[in-house]
Nanobody
């Protein structure tokens, strides 16, 4: 499975951006992680296709929304009310594994990764 991410860019604080990620094959869940300079990779959000359950990291709840089309193996990340601390490289990720709640938030349990797209929020 290959992942192709798009979107990202430079935006002022309070603005919005939308990321997209398309997978070349079927997956059980897709999501986004991000990594800021000097920091560890952080879980942002994920969607599990069975039941279309969504999950969010605490720092983005209420501001970011993940959606997707399982038939197209595509996910979208709508990012609103962006803050400078949202600045990072955003990575699309996908898994073909079964569901265990704790694994949703752990990058070790994702099997495929996109190339990363830069999001920069200026103050």
């Amino acid at each position: 499975v290959q992942l192709q991410a798009s979107g990202g860019g430079l935006v002022q604080a309070g603005g919005s951006l939308r990321l997209s990620c398309a997978a070349s094959g079927s997956t059980s869940r897709m999501g986004w992680f991000r990594q800021a300079p000097g920091k560890e990779r952080e879980f942002v959000t994920a969607i599990r296709w069975s039941g279309r359950h969504t999950y969010y990291g605490n720092s983005v709840k209420g501001r970011f929304t993940i959606s997707g089309d399982n038939a197209k193996s595509t996910v979208y990340l709508q990012m609103n009310s962006l803050k400078p601390e949202d600045t990072a490289i955003y990575y699309c990720a996908a898994s073909v594994r079964g569901y265990i709640l704790s694994t949703i938030y752990n990058d070790d349990y994702y099997d495929y990764w996109g190339q990363g797209t830069q999001v920069t929020v200026s103050s």
